[in-house]
């Protein structure tokens, strides 16, 4: 069993949904949680972060984390079709940035 | 601000010979890392540097996979010999330091093909 389990998609969209990427994890250990966005042959850029459990909202981005449940969410609201990339999970123990455990990243898709 | 700069941004070796690649990190970064994504994967960390000192090289295949940053700003991997499951990206990323809040930046990465 992977660390951290992301489904790879493809995740198809009309313009303006509220798009939902999750992801499982085992490791009780794990308190931070990131969620990178990556655009073809780009590199992955961070788009939030959380430490331990709760929400977070930057924009049209909410992050959550349930850490009872080993499950964290990303939700974009207003989807747009430049928002159409690859989205990481990542998580790391108590190293905050330090070797962070990726999920295989779950390719959106948002048509006009 | 410049990003991380890695060239070159691709490459294309036969099995059993030597590469390399090169990352320049943003400049007053004191860590910088490099990590391995596979197609259709999660990047996967090889190797983290503070400064000129190798903090964590747990997953790096040390029998072909080898990495320094001398004078600690510029960093090269290098993979000898090169078998076909390392055509991956090899991503660059640096970050201020150590501290846990301290976000890296990834580079564009280096796409190589083992034929």
């Known amino acids: 069993q992977k660390e951290v389990e992301q489904d790879p998609g493809p995740l198809s969209v009309p313009e303006g949904a509220i798009v939902s990427l999750n992801c499982t994890y085992s490791?009780?250990?794990?308190?931070?949680f990131m969620w990178y966005r990556q655009y073809s042959r780009k590199g992955p850029e961070l788009l939030m972060y959380t430490y331990s459990s709760g929400n977070k909202e930057d924009g049209r981005f909410t992050a959550q984390v349930d850490k009872s449940s080993k499950y964290i969410s990303l939700f974009i609201r207003d989807s747009q079709p430049s928002d159409s990339a690859t989205y990481l999970c990542?998580?790391?123990?108590?190293?905050?940035?330090?070797?962070?455990?990726f999920g295989t990243g779950t390719r959106l898709l948002v048509s006009p | 601000e410049a990003g991380v700069a890695q060239s070159p941004r691709y490459k294309i070796i036969e099995k059993r010979q030597s590469v390399a690649f090169w990352c320049n990190p943003i400049?007053?970064?004191?860590?910088l890392y490099w990590y391995q994504q596979i197609l259709g994967q999660g990047p996967k960390l090889l190797i983290q540097?503070?400064?000129?000192?190798?903090?964590?090289d747990s997953q790096l295949p040390k029998d072909r996979f080898s990495a320094e940053r001398l004078k600690g700003v510029d960093s090269t991997l290098k993979i000898q010999p090169a078998k076909l499951e390392d055509s991956a990206v090899y991503l660059c990323a640096s970050s201020l330091g150590r501290q846990l809040n301290t976000e890296a930046f990834f580079g564009q990465g280096t796409r190589l093909t083992v034929v």
């Open positions: 400049s007053g970064h004191a860590t």
């Open positions: 490791n009780s250990a794990f308190q931070y």
């Open positions: 990542a998580m790391s123990d108590d190293t905050g940035f330090q070797k962070l455990v």
């Open positions: 540097f503070q400064n000129n000192g190798v903090v964590d």
